[in-house]
Protein backbone atom coordinates (compact mmCIF):
# COMPACT_ATOMS: atom_id res chain seq x y z
CA UNK A 1 0.00 0.00 0.00
CA UNK A 2 1.31 3.53 -0.88
CA UNK A 3 0.40 5.58 2.03
CA UNK A 4 0.47 9.59 2.19
CA UNK A 5 1.60 11.06 5.51
CA UNK A 6 0.82 14.50 6.95
CA UNK A 7 2.19 15.34 9.73
CA UNK A 8 5.51 13.24 9.66
CA UNK A 9 8.02 15.35 11.19
CA UNK A 10 6.10 14.64 14.50
CA UNK A 11 6.10 12.15 17.35
CA UNK A 12 3.47 10.10 16.66
CA UNK A 13 4.83 10.68 12.57
CA UNK A 14 8.13 9.48 13.32
CA UNK A 15 6.28 6.39 15.31
CA UNK A 16 3.63 5.76 12.06
CA UNK A 17 6.76 5.73 9.52
CA UNK A 18 8.61 2.65 11.36
CA UNK A 19 5.37 1.11 11.96
CA UNK A 20 4.22 1.46 7.94
CA UNK A 21 7.71 0.97 6.70
CA UNK A 22 8.06 -2.62 9.13
CA UNK A 23 5.03 -3.70 7.71
CA UNK A 24 6.12 -3.30 4.17
CA UNK A 25 4.42 0.18 2.78
CA UNK A 26 5.44 2.27 0.77
CA UNK A 27 5.38 6.04 2.35
CA UNK A 28 5.05 9.40 0.50
CA UNK A 29 5.95 11.80 3.22
CA UNK A 30 5.04 15.80 3.70
CA UNK A 31 7.65 17.88 5.41
CA UNK A 32 7.11 21.61 5.58
CA UNK A 33 11.05 21.95 5.78
CA UNK A 34 13.30 19.33 4.66
CA UNK A 35 13.93 16.60 6.78
CA UNK A 36 16.90 16.70 9.37
CA UNK A 37 16.62 12.68 9.87
CA UNK A 38 17.03 10.13 7.66
CA UNK A 39 13.97 8.72 5.60
CA UNK A 40 13.38 4.83 4.75
CA UNK A 41 14.83 4.26 1.69
CA UNK A 42 11.76 3.69 -0.19
CA UNK A 43 9.55 7.08 1.00
CA UNK A 44 8.86 9.95 -0.92
CA UNK A 45 9.51 13.21 0.35
CA UNK A 46 7.60 16.10 -1.04
CA UNK A 47 8.30 19.93 1.06
CA UNK A 48 5.93 22.35 0.71
CA UNK A 49 3.02 24.94 2.36
CA UNK A 50 0.37 22.99 3.56
CA UNK A 51 -1.80 26.21 2.60
CA UNK A 52 -0.76 24.79 -1.24
CA UNK A 53 -2.90 22.80 -3.24
CA UNK A 54 -0.24 21.72 -5.80
CA UNK A 55 1.85 20.53 -2.58
CA UNK A 56 -1.17 18.47 -0.90
CA UNK A 57 -1.61 17.54 -3.94
CA UNK A 58 2.01 15.46 -5.02
CA UNK A 59 1.64 14.21 -1.50
CA UNK A 60 -1.46 12.46 -2.49
CA UNK A 61 -0.20 11.59 -5.54
CA UNK A 62 -0.30 7.79 -6.39
CA UNK A 63 -1.29 7.03 -2.93
CA UNK A 64 -3.85 4.57 -2.22
CA UNK A 65 -4.39 6.22 1.70
CA UNK A 66 -3.65 8.68 3.33
CA UNK A 67 -3.28 10.28 7.25
CA UNK A 68 -3.01 13.11 9.19
CA UNK A 69 -1.42 14.20 12.33
CA UNK A 70 -1.67 17.63 12.55
CA UNK A 71 -1.18 19.67 15.39
CA UNK A 72 -0.61 22.99 16.86
CA UNK A 73 2.63 24.06 18.16
CA UNK A 74 2.82 25.29 22.01
CA UNK A 75 3.34 28.49 20.88
CA UNK A 76 1.24 28.80 18.08
CA UNK A 77 -1.25 31.76 17.79
CA UNK A 78 -2.42 31.25 14.11
CA UNK A 79 -5.09 28.32 13.64
CA UNK A 80 -4.21 26.34 9.83
CA UNK A 81 -5.43 22.61 10.80
CA UNK A 82 -9.10 23.10 9.63
CA UNK A 83 -7.87 24.96 5.83
CA UNK A 84 -4.92 22.17 5.44
CA UNK A 85 -8.00 19.68 6.14
CA UNK A 86 -9.69 20.87 3.43
CA UNK A 87 -7.20 21.15 1.29
CA UNK A 88 -6.21 17.52 1.90
CA UNK A 89 -9.81 16.56 1.66
CA UNK A 90 -10.68 18.14 -1.89
CA UNK A 91 -6.95 17.20 -3.33
CA UNK A 92 -8.47 13.33 -2.55
CA UNK A 93 -11.63 13.72 -4.36
CA UNK A 94 -9.96 15.07 -7.24
CA UNK A 95 -7.81 11.82 -6.89
CA UNK A 96 -10.71 10.07 -6.38
CA UNK A 97 -9.21 8.94 -2.96
CA UNK A 98 -11.58 7.78 -0.80
CA UNK A 99 -9.57 5.94 2.60
CA UNK A 100 -8.46 8.80 5.01
CA UNK A 101 -7.16 8.76 8.86
CA UNK A 102 -7.15 12.15 10.67
CA UNK A 103 -6.08 11.16 14.62
CA UNK A 104 -7.16 14.43 16.73
CA UNK A 105 -7.74 14.01 20.38
CA UNK A 106 -10.57 12.77 22.97
CA UNK A 107 -11.41 15.92 24.45
CA UNK A 108 -11.56 17.26 20.72
CA UNK A 109 -15.05 17.64 18.87
CA UNK A 110 -17.71 15.41 19.28
CA UNK A 111 -16.49 13.34 22.50
CA UNK A 112 -18.79 14.49 25.55
CA UNK A 113 -20.50 10.95 25.89
CA UNK A 114 -17.05 9.44 26.28
CA UNK A 115 -15.64 11.27 28.58
CA UNK A 116 -15.77 11.02 32.51
CA UNK A 117 -16.92 14.33 34.44
CA UNK A 118 -12.77 15.08 35.16
CA UNK A 119 -11.67 14.33 31.09
CA UNK A 120 -14.54 16.78 30.50
CA UNK A 121 -13.51 19.57 33.07
CA UNK A 122 -9.44 19.12 31.87
CA UNK A 123 -11.14 19.71 28.42
CA UNK A 124 -13.00 22.72 29.22
CA UNK A 125 -9.79 23.92 31.33
CA UNK A 126 -7.64 23.29 27.61
CA UNK A 127 -9.67 25.24 25.56
CA UNK A 128 -9.89 28.64 28.15
CA UNK A 129 -5.89 28.09 28.42
CA UNK A 130 -5.44 27.46 24.66
CA UNK A 131 -4.75 30.44 22.26
CA UNK A 132 -7.69 32.16 20.23
CA UNK A 133 -9.09 29.65 17.60
CA UNK A 134 -6.64 26.78 18.68
CA UNK A 135 -9.56 24.47 19.78
CA UNK A 136 -12.30 25.55 17.56
CA UNK A 137 -9.89 25.24 14.70
CA UNK A 138 -9.30 21.16 15.86
CA UNK A 139 -13.60 21.20 16.28
CA UNK A 140 -13.76 22.54 13.09
CA UNK A 141 -10.95 20.01 11.66
CA UNK A 142 -13.65 16.59 12.78
CA UNK A 143 -16.21 18.56 11.05
CA UNK A 144 -14.79 18.82 8.31
CA UNK A 145 -13.82 14.96 7.98
CA UNK A 146 -17.32 13.87 8.69
CA UNK A 147 -18.84 15.67 6.26
CA UNK A 148 -16.65 15.30 3.95
CA UNK A 149 -18.58 12.54 1.76
CA UNK A 150 -15.53 10.67 1.12
CA UNK A 151 -15.72 7.00 1.20
CA UNK A 152 -13.47 5.96 3.82
CA UNK A 153 -12.72 7.95 6.11
CA UNK A 154 -12.21 7.34 9.94
CA UNK A 155 -11.34 9.92 12.73
CA UNK A 156 -9.09 8.62 15.68
CA UNK A 157 -9.24 10.08 18.86
CA UNK A 158 -6.21 8.61 21.28
CA UNK A 159 -6.26 9.11 24.79
CA UNK A 160 -3.21 11.00 26.57
CA UNK A 161 -0.05 10.48 24.34
CA UNK A 162 2.96 9.29 26.11
CA UNK A 163 6.41 8.39 24.63
CA UNK A 164 5.74 4.39 26.10
CA UNK A 165 7.08 1.28 24.68
CA UNK A 166 4.39 0.10 22.30
CA UNK A 167 1.79 -2.22 23.80
CA UNK A 168 -0.28 -5.13 22.32
CA UNK A 169 -3.20 -4.40 24.63
CA UNK A 170 -4.98 -1.37 23.42
CA UNK A 171 -8.71 -0.99 22.63
CA UNK A 172 -9.94 0.78 19.95
CA UNK A 173 -13.94 1.32 19.59
CA UNK A 174 -16.38 4.15 19.00
CA UNK A 175 -17.71 3.86 22.49
CA UNK A 176 -14.73 3.38 24.79
CA UNK A 177 -14.72 5.34 27.96
CA UNK A 178 -11.98 7.77 28.29
CA UNK A 179 -10.88 8.91 32.14
CA UNK A 180 -7.65 11.10 33.64
CA UNK A 181 -5.51 7.65 33.82
CA UNK A 182 -6.66 6.73 30.08
CA UNK A 183 -3.05 6.68 27.54
CA UNK A 184 -1.61 5.27 24.86
CA UNK A 185 2.08 4.91 23.42
CA UNK A 186 2.75 6.82 20.37
CA UNK A 187 4.09 3.44 19.27
CA UNK A 188 0.87 1.50 20.28
CA UNK A 189 -1.08 4.30 18.28
CA UNK A 190 0.84 3.89 15.19
CA UNK A 191 0.31 0.32 15.05
CA UNK A 192 -3.13 0.42 15.11
CA UNK A 193 -3.33 2.98 12.78
CA UNK A 194 -1.44 0.77 9.90
CA UNK A 195 -3.97 -1.90 11.20
CA UNK A 196 -6.84 -0.48 10.47
CA UNK A 197 -5.54 0.82 7.03
CA UNK A 198 -5.06 -3.02 6.11
CA UNK A 199 -7.77 -4.27 7.67
CA UNK A 200 -10.70 -1.30 7.84
CA UNK A 201 -12.89 -1.72 10.69
CA UNK A 202 -14.21 1.73 11.42
CA UNK A 203 -15.09 3.49 8.49
CA UNK A 204 -17.41 6.56 8.78
CA UNK A 205 -16.83 6.22 12.63
CA UNK A 206 -14.89 8.20 15.09
CA UNK A 207 -12.70 6.13 17.63
CA UNK A 208 -11.47 6.22 20.63
CA UNK A 209 -8.04 4.61 22.00
CA UNK A 210 -6.43 3.49 25.11
CA UNK A 211 -3.96 0.82 26.22
CA UNK A 212 -5.94 -1.46 29.04
Known amino acids: MIIAVFGASGRLGHQFIDAATVAGHTLRLHY ?3 PSALVPEHSTVIVGSLADPTAVREVLRGADAAVVFLGHKDDA ?3 YIAAATKLIVNAMKALAMSRLLVVTGATVGESSGNLGLAMKITGAFARRSAHDGMMEDRDEQERLVRNSRLDGWTVVKPSRLTEGPRSDA ?4 P ?3 VGMGSKV ?3 SLAKVLVQEL ?3 QYIH ?3 F ?3 R
Open 209 to 211: VAE
Open 198 to 200: EAP
Open 32 to 34: RAK
Open 185 to 187: SRA
Open 170 to 173: VRMA
Open 175 to 177: TLP
Open 77 to 79: RVP
Open 205 to 207: QSV
